[in-house]
């Protein structure tokens, strides 16, 4: 009868308060490892943040021409060159600006007027699409030549973009 009231009275509740413990140390553990795996996604998050926000701000800066003159300016050099290299006549550009709604950011655009042979023309689209200066194309129609050109020529009307900070107070 002794064993059996101490076995009641003594043994069973500390047998059940260490499975109790074993339980929630168990949960600790498992609780531990959720806040690890929590705080090294956090951390993640914070180390893509400043890396997004380092590339942004070099984007900004290195990438993105400074003003309009200097968007304008660049865009068209690198056209000019860009339409020499593949063998096409530059004809035409005049660009304009807009500022881009909810944003720092203007919107440098103008219509390209080139003419040349249709392989030229896929050599110059390939040459703009792979560039490492931010240019964006709109919008691409070709049509015959309407000059007095060599035969088989095309005339190609391209719609081009590039962006730049606008300026302040904008």
Request: hydrophobic content about 40%; proline content about 2%.
């Amino acid at each position: 009868a002794v064993s059996v009231a101490t076995l009641l009275l003594a043994v069973w509740p500390l047998q059940r308060s260490v499975t109790n413990t074993e339980n929630a140390a168990l949960e600790a553990v498992v609780g531990l490892a959720n806040a690890r795996r929590l705080e090294r996604q956090a951390r993640d998050a914070a180390d893509s943040k400043r890396r997004a926000d380092t590339e942004l701000q070099t984007f900004y800066t290195d990438v993105l021409p400074r003003d309009f003159a200097t968007a304008t300016k660049t865009t068209t050099q690198w056209l000019q060159q860009a339409a020499r290299d593949a063998g096409l006549e530059f004809k035409a550009s005049h660009f304009d600006w807009d500022v881009v709604r909810d944003s720092r950011l203007s919107r440098a655009y103008s219509t390209v007027t080139l003419a040349g042979r249709y392989a030229d023309i896929r050599r110059f689209l390939y040459a703009v699409e792979t560039a490492t200066e931010f240019i964006v194309v709109e919008k691409v129609s070709v049509a015959e030549s309407t000059t007095q050109g060599k035969s088989g020529d095309l005339e190609v009307s391209m719609g081009v973009a590039t962006y730049f900070l606008s300026p302040s107070g904008q």
